[in-house]
């Protein structure tokens, strides 16, 4: 079974510049997130798709952030304009939709994409 | 809200030796407790995990017991090798949120010969 694919894997811009990342998900999984992790802190959720309808993205800094999932499948994340705390591993994460009151299932992660902002 | 608090490391022990990586949370309403690895240079991992009060989650050798009484959720190993050396994140996540996952700052681990 693929994993969930990323690309780039790594990106130098300027500030100010945009830049946009890529994520496909695992088949069949109808959940999708993505996660920006700083270096020497814990990922922390940007936004969260259930197939293309948008779930939570109450910590995605809506004005120069925007990511969508057309088709409910690959999602595209994308800033402009970049700031110099945009520099992080963003990462892409899927699951299968999780039932009503039941335990979550496991969340599989991508490589991530190493953004530096300069 | 829902936060989860983590030793801070560098954690480094020789090989074979004991290892714990302490791992406290709060949370509004009743998590699922995670451990998820990070090794050099991938993506992360799954370790273990624990959806009720007093499971024990255990992989590769590692062990977590989901302890309410105490929020804690700590990461044991009886013998470590130089292969676990990695990153190791506690996270929560509470039924009922859509299975957003909070994440503490991360442990890093090195383990010599």
């Known amino acids: 079974e693929a994993g969930v694919a990323q690309s780039p894997r790594y990106k130098i811009i300027e500030k100010r510049q945009s830049v946009a990342f890529w994520c496909n998900p695992i088949?069949?999984?109808?959940?999708l997130y993505w996660y920006q992790q700083i270096l020497g802190q814990g990922p922390k959720l940007l936004i969260q798709?259930?197939?293309?309808?948008?779930?939570?993205d109450s910590q995605l800094p809506k004005d120069r952030f925007s990511a969508e999932r057309l088709k409910g499948v690959d999602s595209t994340l994308k800033i402009q304009p970049a700031k110099l705390e945009d520099s992080a591993v963003y990462l892409c994460?899927?699951?299968?939709?999780?039932?009503?009151?039941?335990?979550?299932?496991?969340?599989?992660f991508g490589p991530g994409t190493r953004l530096t902002v300069t | 809200g829902n936060s989860v608090t983590q030793m801070e490391g560098p954690v480094t022990l020789s090989e074979e030796a004991f290892l714990t990586i302490n791992c406290t949370y709060t949370?509004?309403?009743?998590?699922?407790l995670f451990w998820y690895v990070q090794y050099p240079g991938e993506g992360l991992q799954l370790l273990l995990k624990?959806?009720?009060?007093?499971d024990k989650g255990s992989n590769k050798g590692f062990e977590a017991t989901y302890r309410k009484e105490t929020t804690s959720f700590h990461l044991e190993k009886g013998s470590v090798q130089v292969s676990d050396s990695a990153v190791y994140f506690c996270?929560?996540?509470?039924?009922?949120?859509?299975?957003?996952?909070?994440f503490g700052t991360g442990t890093r681990l090195q383990v010599t010969l």
């Open positions: 994460a899927s699951s299968l939709v999780d039932r009503p009151y039941s335990p979550p299932y496991e969340q599989y």
């Open positions: 088949s069949g999984h109808a959940t």
């Open positions: 798709f259930q197939n293309n309808g948008v779930v939570d």
């Open positions: 949370a509004t309403g009743y998590p699922s």
């Open positions: 624990a959806t009720k009060a007093d």
């Open positions: 996270a929560l996540s509470v039924t009922g949120t859509a299975s957003k996952l909070t």
